[in-house]
């Protein structure tokens, strides 16, 4: 415990140093390279007003188009990281995430009937939301009602099969929608992307996720003490029902906020929390603010790999679902043979 504590500076520094060292890379890198100094003369006129000198193309593509997607991937990687972070912490389940709860396929469900209705972004938000809440508020009533032996096991089970429940809702909703049209885009998006990450959508993603996250940071304290007997947490002012609704409802709104700007990517939310809480330990104060920085790096470095390595562009959830697998078996047998 003691020497987690101690490791936390040095692991934030290393996250920290490996973020910045992988936004020059995904800045630089394409099939239109540029050069580090070419991209910072360029976001300083950008930022400044001033001329950076750089021809009209250069310019562009460093501030309209990779601007953007690095800025879409960072916040997506940092939010879907940040809220399974806190459904572990609140469940008291390192096996929970925001894909094992059903509340990635209740915004999918949700943001995939905006798309049906030819929304705006900011609908799509706002149902992807409501999808979300429904989902794991769904996941928790059934849950609480069915009990058994073991509650935690039970909660898991509940989240595949409501998140069964509303896959087949996508379903549905990709039957009915239009196939030379809607169909594709729903599918495209589904697949996760950060292509619709544009300058002017923004705005509508980053700030809820802001708003998500402070509560989540300012209530990392709290989360800990909810690991101690509901009564416990109560003697020690802890205000149980309050907490975990509004840790739901911010987990709930920040990952709806990145399904709707980059579609479902699975894996962030359950990996990247188990890969911080093995390098400082489990207090939830120590695992979010390392959890956001991996998730920032991890989801950039995918999204940047997915641009790059191949011919054609590879959705992110792709690999992420192939890098996921072996790194959360690779992590559960650190942790069991660290427990044995």
């Not at 360029?42 to 001329?51: D, P, Q, V």
């Not at 094992?100 to 905006?114: E, F, K, M, R, S």
Request: charged letters at 10%; hydrophobic letters at 60%.
């Amino acid at each position: 415990m003691i020497v987690a504590r101690r490791r936390f500076p040095l692991w934030l520094a290393i996250a920290c140093a490996g973020l910045a060292v992988l936004v020059a890379w995904s800045f630089g890198v394409g099939r239109f390279p540029v050069s580090i100094a070419d991209v910072w003369r360029a976001l300083w006129a950008a930022l400044t007003g001033g001329e950076s000198g750089l021809p009209a193309n250069v310019q562009a593509v460093v501030t309209q188009v990779r601007a953007p997607r690095v800025a879409g991937a960072i916040a997506v990687g940092a939010a879907l990281a940040a809220a399974g972070a806190a459904y572990q912490g609140l469940f008291k389940n390192p096996l929970v995430s925001p894909d094992i709860l059903g509340v990635t396929a209740g915004c999918a469900l949700g943001a995939g009937i905006a798309i049906l209705l030819s929304l705006p972004i900011g609908a799509i938000q706002a149902l992807a939301f409501v999808g979300g809440l429904l989902a794991v508020g769904l996941v928790v009533a059934v849950s609480t009602w069915v009990g058994g032996r073991d509650p935690l096991l039970t909660l898991v089970l509940t989240g595949v099969v409501v998140g069964s429940l509303f896959g087949a809702g996508i379903a549905l909703v990709k039957y009915v929608s239009d196939p030379y049209n809607q169909l594709p885009a729903i599918t495209f998006w589904l697949l996760g992307s950060f292509t619709g990450a544009l300058p002017r959508d923004l705005p509508a993603t980053l700030a809820p996720i802001a708003v998500g996250l402070v509560p989540l940071i300012l209530l990392r304290g709290r989360l800990d003490v909810l690991s101690l007997s509901e009564d416990e947490a109560r003697s020690l002012g802890v205000n149980v029902t309050v907490v975990r609704l509004t840790v739901i409802v911010c987990a709930t709104l920040i990952t709806a906020s990145a399904v709707a700007l980059a579609g479902t990517i699975g894996w962030v939310g359950l990996v990247i929390p188990h890969a911080a809480r093995l390098l400082v330990g489990a207090p939830f104060a120590r695992v979010l603010p390392l959890s956001l920085l991996l998730g920032a790096a991890f989801m950039l470095a995918v999204d940047t790999i997915c641009r790059t390595a191949f011919g054609t562009e590879v959705p992110p959830g792709v690999v992420t679902a192939f890098v996921g697998t072996p790194v959360f078996i690779a992590l559960l047998a650190i942790s069991f043979r660290r427990s044995a």
